[in-house]
């Protein structure tokens, strides 16, 4: 969850921010996006492409694909 929070810092500071004012932690919602891979919150393809990026290029393309939703 960590790693996420720091790309999520790095690249959208400012929706950081208001998450953390709001007192809105990742685990609220970050942890149903990973366990299902994605599945739930996207159509099946574009989770499919983050599926191939992530068995190419491991962990991260899971925590940018967050972010980038």
Not at 7 to 17: F, G, H, M, Q
Request: net charge neutral; proline share 4%.
């Amino acid at each position: 969850m960590s790693l996420f929070k720091v790309i999520l810092e790095a690249n959208y500071p400012k929706i950081c921010n208001q998450l953390e004012k709001e007192r809105v932690p990742p685990q609220s919602y970050l942890f149903k996006w990973l366990l299902t891979l994605f599945t739930n919150v996207i159509n099946l393809d574009a989770a499919s492409r983050i599926w191939d990026l992530f068995f190419l290029d491991g962990d991260i393309i899971l925590y940018k694909a967050a972010v980038g939703i």
